[in-house]
T-cell receptor, first 109, second 115 residues
Framework: GEDVEQSLFLSVREGDSSVINCTYT??????LYWYKQEPGAGLQLLTY?????DMKQDQRLTVLLNKKDKHLSLRIADTQTGDSAIYFC?????????FGAGTTVTVRA | DTGVSQDPRHKITKRGQNVTFRCDPI?????LYWYRQTLGQGPEFLTY????????KSRLLSDRFSAERPKGSFSTLEIQRTEQGDSAMYLC?????????????FGSGTRLTVV
């Protein structure tokens, strides 16, 4: 299966942490990805995690992977106004990426 | 190399007209992908090229859609007899062979509005 599900909206105060959650069904993926899409723009690869890892930290970003539950999360520390965007998790199946519907993150002052 | 380029950025067309979009991938990438994204949804896979060979087409790609990559470099996506349901963002992406694991590089997309 290639279904990827995400919560649709998240509102966070500037300076707080954001946590975006994702569940996926294809457990054979070697990697899982997070993409960011700003209004009217294409997708930017934000980070990825190997499937044999539980956690990956990259500056303000922390990715957590629970393979047993097929759950992926992205934490953004010290959320800034520039982090307002749509965030997609993506599960590769060979050369194809399956995307969730995206989580719209709104950062309020 | 400035990344994946798509042209035009926006296209408004009347129902029934034909439209063609162009994608220029990163030059050393031999894989090229087309995705479609409708409002409020994530991108959906349409088709994929390895060099000039089109290796897979999604069932989303009806007979009115055709994609080419004649010399294994740039690609075109043509939609014939456009319908209002074709209104969407069309995204192109590229990757080197075997490095899907590092994700694709996406272009900025072509937003199609059929009126």
């Amino acid at each position: 299966g290639e279904d990827v599900e995400q919560s649709l909206f998240l509102s966070v105060r500037e300076g707080d942490s954001s946590v975006i959650n994702c569940t996926y069904t294809d457990s054979s993926s070697t990697y899982l990805y997070w993409y960011k899409q700003e209004p009217g723009a294409g997708l930017q690869l934000l980070t990825y995690i190997f499937s044999n890892m539980d956690m990956k930290q990259d500056q303000r970003l922390t990715v957590l992977l629970n393979k047993k539950d097929k759950h992926l999360s992205l934490r953004i520390a010290d959320t800034q106004t520039g982090d307002s965007a749509i965030y997609f998790c993506a599960d590769p199946n060979d050369y194809k990426l399956s995307f969730g519907a995206g989580t719209t993150v709104t950062v309020r002052a | 190399d400035t990344g994946v380029s798509q042209d035009p950025r926006h296209k408004i067309t009347k129902r029934g007209q034909n439209v063609t979009f162009r994608c220029d991938p990163i030059s050393e990438h031999n894989r090229l992908y087309w995705y479609r994204q409708t409002l409020g949804q994530g991108p959906e896979f349409l088709t994929y090229f390895q060099n000039e060979a089109q290796l897979e087409k999604s069932r989303l790609l009806s007979d009115r859609f055709s994609a080419e990559r004649p010399k294994g470099s740039f690609s075109t996506l043509e939609i014939q007899r456009t319908e209002q349901g074709d209104s969407a963002m069309y995204l192109c992406a590229s990757s080197p062979t075997g490095q899907i694991n590092y994700g694709y590089t996406f272009g900025s997309g072509t937003r199609l509005t059929v009126v």
